[in-house]
């Protein structure tokens, strides 16, 4: 069984930089897509990056390009979500998901999900 744990978030301040960790069980992490999602209060989730097996390819939503980061060290079996100039938008529980195609994660149909981590963004 795959477990997926998510860390690192917290109450900040607009403007202010987070950055989310997802540790996964299993010694097949390097072969697997890893995404980010975040669903606020009343809202669908929502994709918010994505980053192949090797790292080579990655893709964000429009919302946070150029503010949020995915990286994943393999050694570790973690994947990382850098969040610099935060806004109050972008307050929301926010997953870790697990796949083995990228278009499929990014499509919000990983196998497998971690229990969320809460980001609170205050103006």
């Known amino acids: 069984q795959v477990q997926l744990v998510e860390s690192g978030g917290g109450l900040v301040q607009a403007g202010d930089s987070l950055r989310l960790s997802c540790a996964a069980s299993g010694r097949t992490f390097s072969t697997y897509t890893m995404g980010w999602f975040r669903q606020a209060p009343g809202r669908e989730r929502e994709f918010v990056a994505a980053i192949n097996w090797s790292g080579g390819s990655t893709a964000y939503a429009d919302s946070v390009k150029g503010r949020f980061t995915i990286s994943r060290g393999n050694a570790k079996n973690t994947v990382y979500l850098q969040m610099n100039s935060l806004k109050p938008e972008d307050t929301a529980v926010y997953y870790c998901?697990?796949?083995?195609?990228?278009?499929?994660?990014?499509?919000?149909?990983?196998?497998?999900w971690g229990q969320g981590t809460q980001v609170t963004v205050s103006s």
């Open positions: 998901s697990r796949g083995p195609v990228f278009n499929t994660v990014v499509a919000g149909r990983g196998d497998y």
